[in-house]
């Protein structure tokens, strides 16, 4: 495992690193994540539901769900919805159960890959992740599985950060994003490791015209992206 996190594990071991740090981080993950999106990442989410173009009681696949926070508004937001929840961290599913709605159906909550989803083909009609692509070591092969378990006509959508360029902000948001976010991710959840892993991991992912083309080469038309918060979150969206 990467001793300094600002050094990012390598490809072998970056699957069991991921998931290592996912189980620390989860007691505090939904807050973390309120915090470090300053209460926006709700309705980010909210527009990757808008974005899956989902008929009514359609079926709807979460992809590193986490703590199941896209699932759980998909299916606040229609009830009839068939939404699953998969992800690689058992922890992050247990406290996802924890928030299981009182009346209608549970949300199922999956344990697996992004890389090997064990769905047949044309199963869902939309399937999304929301920050998921820059912790997996094979972004073409998540969108070719996701692209692959979605019906003909159905949506791939991907939420992820972004790093902004835009001279003045940009050096204003890498303050933020890799000194504020450790310092203040290590007091809530004790972690600052991961909370140093987390901004880094951001470096290397593809920028955004380059993701739209990975979702192109997967066999992904109609790829379109769009950017919230000054920059620093992609939408990216491609229909099969
Ligand atoms: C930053 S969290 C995002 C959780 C949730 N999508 C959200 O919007 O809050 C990233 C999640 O990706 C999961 N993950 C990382 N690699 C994965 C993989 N190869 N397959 C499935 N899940 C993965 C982690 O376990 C973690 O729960």
Redesign the pocket.
């Known amino acids: 495992m990467a001793k300094n996190p600002s050094v990012l594990p390598s490809t072998s071991e970056k ?1 069991s690193y ?2 290592q740090m ?2 620390k981080i ?1 007691p505090r ?2 807050l973390m ?1 309120r915090l470090m999106a300053l209460g926006r ?1 709700q309705a980010w ?1 909210r527009t990757v539901i808008r974005l899956c173009a989902l008929p009514t009681g359609g079926r709807l696949l ?9 699932a759980y508004e998909a299916q606040r937001q229609d009830p009839t919805l068939r939404a699953v929840g ?4 058992r922890e ?2 247990v406290y996802g159960q924890e928030k299981q709605p009182a009346v209608g159906p549970a949300l199922p909550f999956i344990e ?4 090997a989803l064990p769905f047949a083909d044309d199963t869902f009609d939309a399937a999304c ?4 692509m820059r ?3 094979d972004i073409r092969s ?1 969108f070719a599985e996701q692209a692959r378990v979605v019906k003909p006509g159905g949506r791939v959508v991907c ?1 992820e950060i972004s790093l902004p360029s835009t001279p003045g902000f940009s050096q204003l948001f890498r303050l933020y994003f890799f000194k504020l976010v450790p310092l203040i991710g290590g007091l809530i959840s004790g972690q600052r490791e991961a909370y140093t892993y ?1 901004p880094n991991s951001a470096v290397p992912l593809p920028r955004p015209a380059a993701l739209a083309k990975t979702m192109e080469a997967v066999g992904l038309r109609d790829v379109h992206y769009r950017m919230a918060m000054l920059g620093t979150v992609s939408i990216h969206w491609g229909t099969k």
């Open positions: 699957r991921v998931r996912f189980t989860a993950y939904d994540n990442d989410r979460d992809v590193a769900t986490g703590t199941g926070d896209i998969i992800d690689l961290t992050m599913l697996g890959d992004a890389l992740s929301g920050f998921m912790n997996v070591v998540a939420l987390l």
